[in-house]
């Protein structure tokens, strides 16, 4: 088992800033890659960005490039999402979750195994 633990998320107006960090306890974090994905009001959960066990391979999906940075410290057993130049349409409940053992890294929301509690970013315009 994985417990994840966010913080960070607020309200922020448009073209501010947020970091997000994902605090980890349980079996051992640098064995997993980690994720943020989110969910926003009536909409499905929805892939964000990714990083590998060893942090040497990111992903990202397109709406949040160049804007949002994901990271991790493996000696600290956190992940961290900074996301900066937000938009209203970022706004959602934002997860960090831990892959499937056997996942280099996760793209999909059906390849993570381990979910935090979720954290609210709201982007005002």
């Known amino acids: 088992q994985v417990q994840l633990v966010e913080s960070g998320g607020g309200l922020v107006q448009a073209g501010g800033s947020l970091r997000l960090s994902c605090a980890a306890s349980g079996r051992t974090f640098s064995l997993y890659a980690m994720g943020w994905l989110r969910q926003a009001p009536g909409k499905e959960r929805e892939f964000v960005a990714a990083i590998s066990w060893s942090g040497g391979t990111t992903d990202y999906a397109d709406s949040v490039k160049g804007r949002f940075t994901i990271s991790r410290d493996n000696a600290k057993d956190t992940v961290y999402l900074q996301m900066n130049s937000l938009k209203p349409e970022d706004t959602a409940v934002y997860y960090c979750?831990?892959?499937?053992?056997?996942?280099?890294?996760?793209?999909?929301?059906?390849?993570?195994?381990?979910w935090g509690q979720g954290t609210q970013v709201t982007v005002s315009s």
């Open positions: 979750a831990a892959a499937r053992i056997d996942l280099r890294i996760g793209v999909r929301p059906d390849e993570y195994a381990y």
